[in-house]
Structures are given as structure tokens and as C-alpha cells.
């Protein structure tokens, strides 16, 4: 992917700070239904190619904190936390400073409760950068934010492992898989009232296919995990199973397996 040519120009000085913003909002593609994707990721690997001055590093934090009040939903100022964001992972996965690497995470970690879909995205894909780079250094951060994690928490870290070229390593894949296990063991946990909110519907639509994406890679355990989840009785795991199931990846690769866990579902 190439670099984005005009960043290291335009953070030359403090003052091109505004020329680049504006760059970005005009190339966002917002509003409208996709955001440009291939910018957004070429700017977070040309942030990460560089040794950030303080100020610059500075720009980067701003950039990210943008809050929704400040910059809404399906606008072109959304666009500069979402960059700011996966700009952070980019970062991460090249080796942070202590003080630094903090606030990254930190920042990662508050978008993945973002109310903006778009940012709560970002969350997703910083992890998975950071995956691309060092999958033990995610596996840790899994470690860090999983006891205790809000659902729009758990559903960033399934969205972040439910990555192809995450797992290409068997034993990360069996991970995933029991970190999905974990968490679809919080969500049977979350109370009646609480399934109704919208941080609950994100998650389980998180869960409707991740599970799929790591049954693929390792079928024996990841359907192993979608009949333990079809038999749990509880209705919102058992639609997680039923969407997974309706997935291509698994029904034209695995048809027998996909036909006996939904079996599971008709009882």
C-alpha cells in the first residue's frame, strides 16, 4: 500500500496542522456509506513510519480524542478520529515508548465504546494492526481489557482476532476461540434488561460472525464451540449460532458440521 505522500510535508510545521485536517476531511468520502479506507490506512502506516517529534506525536492524540460532539456521525470531521485511531495501532505495532504506549491503548480502548459506529470500527482495526505486527503483544492486550471488559469492549477484542491473516498460526487461532468462549460466557451473564441496549445488539451482531471466521480456521474446536453454544438454551447465543452457520465460509467448506450443530437449534 502506498504511503501517504503529503503527511510528512504538512506535520513539517505546527502551522500545516489545519492544511492536513482539512485534507483529510475533504478525502474522508464522508458522509455516505463507506469511509476511505485505503487513506485512512495508508496515513496510519506513514504516522508509524516516522520518529514523532512531541508536537507531532501531540497532533496524533488530538486527533483521536475527537469527540463525537465535535466531530458527529457520518461527517467528514468523523473521519479524523478514525484515522487518529487506527494511527495509534500503526504505532503500537511498531514499538511505542512507555508513556506513550499508555495512551495509545488508552485511546484505542475508550473508541471501542464509542457511540460512532465508524470509531468503535477504528478500535477493531488498530488491534488488528497491532495483531499483523506482534500477535503476542495483542494476546496480551487481550489479557489486559478482557476480566471486567464492557460489552462494546468484548466485541472490539472478537472483531479485532476475527481477522484472516490473524490466523494462519493454529495455537492463536485456538486463543481467539477461547477468548470467544470467555466472552460469550459474560454475555449469557448479561441480565434481561440489560440485553435490550444497544452495546448489547453491537456484541451479539460482533459474535453473529466472528465465531465463523475462527470455525474456519480450526474447525474441530470452532464447532466444538458453536454446538456448546447452540445447546446453552439461551436465546441470544443461539441466534450468535444461527448466524455464523449462514456464513459461506462455513457452509460450503463444512455442510455435515454446519447441519448437526443446527440441528442443535431445532430441540
Given at each position: 500500500?502506498?504511503a501517504?505522500?503529503?503527511?510528512?510535508?504538512?506535520?513539517k510545521?505546527?502551522g500545516q496542522?489545519k492544511t492536513l485536517?482539512?485534507?483529510?476531511?475533504?478525502s474522508?468520502?464522508?458522509?455516505?456509506p463507506?469511509?476511505?479506507?485505503?487513506?485512512?490506512?495508508s496515513?496510519a502506516?506513514?504516522?508509524?513510519?516516522?520518529?514523532?517529534?512531541?508536537?507531532q506525536w501531540?497532533?496524533?492524540?488530538?486527533?483521536?480524542?475527537?469527540?463525537?460532539?465535535?466531530a458527529p456521525?457520518?461527517?467528514?470531521?468523523?473521519?479524523?478520529?478514525?484515522?487518529g485511531?487506527?494511527?495509534?495501532?500503526a504505532?503500537?505495532?511498531?514499538?511505542?515508548?512507555?508513556p506513550?504506549?499508555?495512551?495509545?491503548l488508552g485511546?484505542?480502548?475508550?473508541?471501542?465504546?464509542?457511540p460512532?459506529?465508524?470509531s468503535?470500527?477504528a478500535?477493531?482495526?488498530a488491534l488488528?494492526l497491532?495483531?499483523?505486527k506482534?500477535?503476542?503483544a495483542l494476546?496480551?492486550i487481550?489479557?489486559?481489557?478482557?476480566?471486567?471488559?464492557?460489552?462494546?469492549?468484548?466485541?472490539?477484542?472478537a472483531a479485532?482476532?476475527a481477522?484472516?491473516?490473524?490466523?494462519?498460526?493454529?495455537?492463536?487461532?485456538?486463543f481467539c476461540?477461547?477468548t470467544s468462549?470467555?466472552?460469550?460466557k459474560e454475555?449469557?451473564r448479561t441480565?434481561?434488561?440489560?440485553?435490550?441496549?444497544?452495546?448489547f445488539r453491537?456484541?451479539?451482531?460482533?459474535?453473529?460472525?466472528a465465531l465463523?471466521?475462527?470455525?474456519?480456521?480450526s474447525?474441530?474446536?470452532?464447532?466444538?464451540?458453536?454446538e456448546?453454544t447452540?445447546?446453552s438454551g439461551?436465546?441470544?447465543?443461539?441466534?450468535?449460532?444461527?448466524?455464523?452457520?449462514?456464513k459461506?465460509?462455513l457452509?460450503?467448506?463444512?455442510?455435515?458440521?454446519v447441519?448437526?450443530?443446527?440441528?442443535?437449534l431445532?430441540r
Amino acid at each position: 500500500m502506498k504511503a501517504f505522500p503529503a503527511f510528512g510535508i504538512l506535520l513539517k510545521n505546527r502551522g500545516q496542522k489545519k492544511t492536513l485536517f482539512d485534507l483529510l476531511e475533504k478525502s474522508s468520502g464522508l458522509p455516505g456509506p463507506r469511509a476511505n479506507l485505503e487513506l485512512m490506512y495508508s496515513f496510519a502506516r506513514s504516522v508509524a513510519s516516522m520518529s514523532l517529534l512531541e508536537w507531532q506525536w501531540e497532533v496524533i492524540v488530538e486527533m483521536a480524542s475527537i469527540s463525537p460532539s465535535k466531530a458527529p456521525a457520518n461527517t467528514p470531521k468523523e473521519y479524523l478520529p478514525v484515522c487518529g485511531i487506527v494511527a495509534m495501532g500503526a504505532l503500537l505495532a511498531q514499538g511505542l515508548p512507555r508513556p506513550r504506549k499508555r495512551a495509545a491503548l488508552g485511546a484505542i480502548r475508550k473508541a471501542a465504546s464509542d457511540p460512532r459506529w465508524r470509531s468503535r470500527e477504528a478500535a477493531a482495526m488498530a488491534l488488528q494492526l497491532i495483531g499483523e505486527k506482534d500477535p503476542a503483544a495483542l494476546r496480551d492486550i487481550v489479557g489486559q481489557w478482557l476480566p471486567g471488559a464492557a460489552l462494546l469492549e468484548m466485541r472490539a477484542i472478537a472483531a479485532g482476532l476475527a481477522h484472516p491473516p490473524l490466523l494462519g498460526d493454529a495455537d492463536f487461532t485456538l486463543f481467539c476461540l477461547e477468548t470467544s468462549r470467555t466472552i460469550l460466557k459474560e454475555a449469557a451473564r448479561t441480565p434481561a434488561a440489560s440485553r435490550r441496549r444497544d452495546d448489547f445488539r453491537v456484541l451479539r451482531q460482533g459474535l453473529g460472525y466472528a465465531l465463523s471466521v475462527f470455525a474456519e480456521k480450526s474447525p474441530r474446536e470452532g464447532f466444538r464451540l458453536l454446538e456448546e453454544t447452540a445447546s446453552s438454551g439461551d436465546a441470544d447465543l443461539q441466534w450468535i449460532v444461527r448466524e455464523n452457520l449462514k456464513k459461506n465460509r462455513l457452509v460450503g467448506k463444512y455442510p455435515e458440521d454446519v447441519r448437526r450443530v443446527a440441528s442443535l437449534l431445532e430441540r
